[in-house]
């Protein structure tokens, strides 16, 4: 969430009608200085470890997402459109064909910081 956003309510009908979701409900608060790129690829990395592997969407998904972010973190962000095109398929993918909660929101970070944050922007 954006700055002008902080008076939004931490609830599931609040956050849907921000356009946004509550994930899996960690709330993580960082100031300008923080670099998001090595954030997201952080969080990735999470994402990544914690898949059980039992489907395919999520297993590879994950695996995937992290290699593209990493892409995108070695060239500095620059030119990142390709990855930026994959990681959108993957996280599709993921959200509406993994098994658990894990694998349907593994992109939910990745996502609000490219359309909300302008991460790679």
């Known amino acids: 969430m ?3 956003e902080l008076d939004i309510p931490l609830t599931f009908e609040g956050t849907r009608e921000a356009g946004t ?11 300008d200085t923080v670099p998001l790129p090595r ?3 952080r969080i990735a990395q999470f994402f990544r470890d914690e898949s059980c592997g039992q489907c395919v969407p999520c297993r590879v998904g994950t695996v995937r997402q992290e290699e593209a972010l990493h892409r995108i973190v070695d060239r500095a962000g620059a030119d990142a459109s390709a990855d930026i095109t994959l990681l959108r398929e993957v996280g599709r993918a993921m959200r509406d064909a993994s098994i658990c909660g894990l694998g349907q929101t ?7 910081a490219i359309d909300r944050l302008g991460a790679y922007e």
């Open 21 to 31: 979701t509550l994930g899996s409900g960690v709330v993580m608060a960082f100031d």
């Open 39 to 41: 954030l997201l690829l």
């Open 2 to 4: 954006r700055p002008d």
């Open 106 to 112: 593994a992109w939910n970070a990745v996502e609000s």
